[in-house]
């Protein structure tokens, strides 16, 4: 079972305020992911990490934004503070290897008012 | 770098064929094909890796030109089932080996 659990599943929070999403994949993968879905960018990658350690954050859009993942079955991606821009979908994922499939988590739905 | 992929929406009838295209520019490792039902999160299709392979899931295929970093993804004697957006994933290789970037999505949609 390849199952990723994210939560919450929606998270209704209002401007500055911290917001963490979580996610505990099934443990044995090499690669977890972390992508922000909105209309107008698709699928965007923020972070991705490799056997836990942090490999490219490029895709984090700011400072506000940060990630850990303290095992191979725990994750976190925080914002302080949370904007209204921040409004999303935020995917969890993860790989066994280069060259295999990935699986999605349910994703968060992330409103900032 | 994200993969670009085009068109951006298709509309079909029942039984109709559609091409989505995805470029990259950068050499590819593999390509992914996943598809998303609103609401829902993105759905495995199939993994098209270095060597110019086609793959098939019953109405369903993809080729790869690895010269030209591109992959095609076709959806043959549509059903209503097809509807949902579609997006490529791409993994390069060298230091990107495992990292693995989705395009902006091409949305299907199919009428009875």
């Known amino acids: 079972d390849a199952g990723v659990i994210q939560s919450p599943r929606h998270e209704v929070t209002e401007m500055g305020q911290e917001v963490t999403l979580r996610c505990k994949p099934i443990?044995?993968?090499?690669?977890l992911f972390w992508y922000r879905q909105t209309m107008m960018r698709g699928l965007e990658l923020l972070i991705y990490f490799n056997n836990n350690v942090p490999i490219d954050d490029s895709g984090m859009p700011e400072d506000r934004f940060s990630a850990k993942m303290p095992n191979a079955s725990f994750s976190t991606l925080k914002i302080q503070p949370s904007e209204p821009r921040d409004s999303a979908v935020y995917f969890c994922a993860v790989r066994w290897g280069g060259g295999t499939e990935a699986f999605f988590g349910q994703g968060t739905r992330l409103t900032v008012v | 770098q994200q993969p670009v992929q085009s068109p951006q929406a298709v509309i079909l009838r029942e039984g109709e064929d559609a091409v989505i295209n995805c470029s990259s520019s950068k050499a590819l490792y593999s390509v992914h094909w996943y598809r998303q039902k609103h609401g829902e999160a993105p759905v495995f299709l199939m993994i098209l890796l270095k060597g110019g392979e086609q793959k098939g899931h019953e109405k369903i295929s993809a080729s790869f030109n690895e010269k030209k970093q591109q992959s095609s993804l076709y959806l043959t004697a549509s059903q209503l089932s097809y509807s949902g957006t579609y997006f490529c994933?791409?993994?390069?290789?060298?230091?990107?080996?495992?990292?693995?970037?989705f395009g902006q999505g091409t949305i299907l949609t199919v009428h009875p």
């Open positions: 443990s044995g993968h090499d690669y």
């Open positions: 994933g791409t993994e390069a290789g060298g230091t990107s080996y495992g990292k693995l970037t």
